[in-house]
């Protein structure tokens, strides 16, 4: 029983699915805490892009 035990300890094979989980999870908390910022961003830049007044030398 001690055996099993220790080589259950020593045992890294989950380590990678477990390491993604955490950085999905800390991906996500991110994006929730910048939700704002980001929406800000995202709406500049789409602005910026298709928008022909701010876009230099087209007129319309």
Do not use: Q, S
Not at 36 to 57: H, R, S, T
């Amino acid at each position: 029983m001690k055996e099993m035990l220790r080589r259950f300890w020593k045992e890294e094979d989950g380590f990678g699915t477990v390491e993604l989980v955490i950085l999905i999870g800390i991906l996500v908390a991110v994006a929730l805490i910048f939700r704002e910022a980001i929406i800000k961003f995202v709406k500049a830049l789409m602005d910026k892009f298709f928008n022909p007044d701010k876009i230099p030398g087209v007129d319309e």
